[in-house]
């Protein structure tokens, strides 16, 4: 089982960045996926989710109507669609997995998001 995911990096205020996550080794399509963020010297805290169909989002109030999660489960891969990027959104962004059934919950490690003039 994997999640990888990729895209982050260094933005300037009110840039954008886009996320992904490739997920393998599970049935992609019967897992709830959301998207994580830790900043330093904080705790890890949830930033957006999105069902296993992708009809249903929600997402933290400090991001609404600046980011968007999706999903593609022809493609195993969930995006993370970040604009207006804030100084206080810097952090490593997770990505999990959540099954709509039993089994396990999966994450992936991490990718660092710094936006910084």
């Known amino acids: 089982v994997q999640l990888v995911e990729s895209g982050g990096g260094l933005v300037q205020p009110g840039g954008s960045l886009r996320l992904s996550c490739a997920a393998s080794?599970?049935?992609?399509?019967?897992?709830?996926m959301s998207w994580y963020r830790q900043a330093p010297g904080k705790s890890r805290e949830l930033v957006a989710q999105i069902d296993s169909g992708g009809g249903s989002t929600n997402y933290r109030d400090s991001v609404k109507g600046r980011f968007t999660i999706s999903r593609d489960n022809a493609e195993n891969t969930v995006f993370l669609q970040m604009n207006n990027l804030k100084p206080e959104d810097t952090a490593v962004y997770y990505c999990?997995?959540?099954?709509?059934?039993?089994?396990?919950?999966?994450w992936g490690k991490g990718t660092l998001v710094t936006v910084s003039s």
């Open positions: 999990h997995a959540r099954p709509l059934y039993s089994g396990f919950m999966y």
């Open positions: 080794g599970f049935t992609f399509s019967n897992y709830a």
